[in-house]
Each structure stands twice: as C-alpha cells, then as structure tokens.
C-alpha cells in the first residue's frame, strides 16, 4: 500500500494505481486520522515538495519503508527521522535542472523588461490611448549574482555566460571547477550584483539568507529572482523593500506560504509571479513521474534505487 499525499501528476497517480494498492490523501477530510486508520498497511509514501513526510507523518506510519518523492527538494521530509527509522528517501535531480534554469531566465528576463506588464498595457488598449510604455532594464552584460551554485545554479549560470552577464555565487564553498567568482558571504555577493538569483536548497542555515540588509545591498536598481524556496527570502522584507522602493524589482517563482502570495506584491508592474513552476513541463514532469514510480518499484522488488537521497 502506497500514500501519495497530493494528485501532483494525473499520469503518475493512473500509472500508481495500477501497480499498488494507492491511497490518496488529498482526499480525506481528517488527514492524521486517515493515516492513523491505514498506518498498519502503509509502506510507501509518494510526495512532493509542498507535502512530503513530515516527524508527525513518519510517527504514525510505523511499517513506513519508503519515501519517494516527486521533487528534488528535500525540505518536506524530516530526513533525521527517516534515517533514525531506516526509511529510504528518492528524489528526482537532474531531469529538472534545465527546466528550473530556464525558468529563472524566463523570470529575469520578464522582470527587467518588463514583459508582463507590457502585455497588459498592450491588451487594455494603453498604448493606442496613452503612446509608448515606460522604458525597462538591459539584462544583457548585467552583474549576475547567483546564490546556491549546485546543479540548477550552475545550469543558471551556463545561461546567463549566454548573455554576457559577469558571473558571481554565493554558496557554503568555492567550487574550483567553476571560473565565477566565488563571494563568501551573501550581502557581499549582493553588493557586487545587479541580478541575483536564489537557486540553493531550503535548509536552517538558508533559511531568511536573503534579509533586509541583502535586499538594501542589491537596492533601487537591484532585481531579485527565486526558484528556489520561499523560506530562503524574508518574504515581509521583501514585500517592505519593494513597497519602499529599496528594491528595483522581483522574479518569484516561490513564496513562504504558498500558495498564499502577499496580497501588496499582486498591484506592482515591476514584480512578476509565478505559481510554483519551474518544473512544470509535460517534458519534466513525466520524467520525475517516470523517476517516482522507478524508485517505488525498484524499492519493492529488491532491486538498486534509481535517486536516493539517502
Ligand atoms: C515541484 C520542486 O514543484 O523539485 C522540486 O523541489 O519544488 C518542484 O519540482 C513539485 O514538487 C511538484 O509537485
């Protein structure tokens, strides 16, 4: 008996369906008390990067085996429990990274010129009315910051080489395969930017590294873009530097209470949202399906994992 938490890919819960006993979560109205009632049985759990196994999940579902999750964020699972229980976690790296990269480009891209909310201004009929629209931002030959430089980083960075774009990171180490420059310190890589991109994993040491005084740093004609994970932007300091102006502009692909997005980021022309997205393809996403159901199976049938996490 295998739990998927949330429907997040139509294929994969038909195809899941088909090969075990599936319980579907998303659809009970009491959750813990629907786990509790099918605890005994349980021995897989597909998630992804909004539910995945939390300490509380794991607790109840005492003959859980296996994790796999439907994400390559580990956030949602508390891996110290897992690990204490002998529980094997599975991710899907590597299919997503150019889908990610190319998101963030797209959010770069679309901030600086302004993409959308020249297309509103087209479609409300302002440019026949009103003449041309406000000018925008170069983002080619721009100082490009990026903060994480794992597989997604990197893959960011391929593009932005594409672009010109002199090219910084911030991660825990420098990495001497790469030629960037290597800031040890966020707010220093902020200092030194006119782009930054988060692109690094949620973690405790991540988590709000990109405060007040990293948002000042990059300042009134600073953009910052995230596709990684809400938590790692103090999403209020955010929201006041945009309001105050402190700020240039926004990419948000993520947010801290998704899908809750601060109500005063939805009236600015110079911030451009997306709902969760980077991996959002047909493409992608059947391929992390593909991965899922592989680890599930390879798990089941004593065969090597195809993504373990650990
Ligand atoms: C997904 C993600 O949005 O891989 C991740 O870490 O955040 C995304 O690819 C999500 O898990 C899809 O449901």
């Not at 994790?67 to 508390?78: A, I, K, P, Q």
């Not at 959010?107 to 509103?120: G, Q, S």
């Amino acid at each position: 008996v295998v739990v998927a938490t949330l429907p997040f890919f139509q294929p994969l819960i038909d195809v899941m369906e088909s090969k075990f006993a599936l319980l579907k979560l998303w659809e009970a109205d009491d959750k813990t008390a629907f786990l509790k009632e099918n605890a005994d049985k349980i021995r897989g759990l597909a998630g992804n990067a909004t539910v995945g196994a939390s300490a509380e999940v794991i607790d109840v579902l005492t003959n859980l085996e296996i994790v796999s999750l439907y994400s390559v964020g580990f956030d949602s699972v508390d891996l110290v429990k897992c690990r204490e229980r002998g529980i094997v976690v599975t991710n899907t790296p590597g299919v997503l990274t150019d889908e990610t990269a190319d998101l963030a480009f797209a959010l770069v891209l679309a901030t600086m010129r302004r993409v959308c909310a020249a297309d509103r201004y087209v479609r409300e009929g302002l440019w026949a009315l009103k003449g041309d629209f406000p000018l925008s931002y170069k983002v080619s030959g721009k100082r490009f910051g990026i903060v994480g430089l794992g597989r997604i980083g990197s893959a960011i960075a391929k593009r932005a080489e594409g672009f010109g774009c002199s090219i910084s990171y911030y991660a825990r180490s420098k990495k001497s395969e790469y030629a960037y420059h290597f800031y040890d310190s966020v707010l220093e890589l902020a200092k030194n930017s006119d782009i930054l991109v988060v692109a690094c994993a949620l973690t405790k040491e991540t988590t709000h590294i990109v405060n007040r005084d990293v948002l000042n740093a990059l300042g009134p004609d600073g953009t910052l873009v995230n596709i990684a994970r809400g938590p790692v932007v103090d999403e209020p300091e955010l929201v006041r530097a945009l309001v105050e102006g402190r700020l240039g502009a926004a990419g948000l692909d993520v947010f801290e209470n998704e899908p809750h997005v601060p109500k005063e980021l939805l009236s600015m022309d110079n911030v451009v949202l997306q709902p969760h997205a980077g991996s959002a393809t047909w493409e992608t996403r059947s391929a992390m399906a593909d991965l899922v159901l592989r680890n599930l199976e390879a798990h089941f049938s004593g065969k090597p994992l195809v993504r373990l996490v650990m």
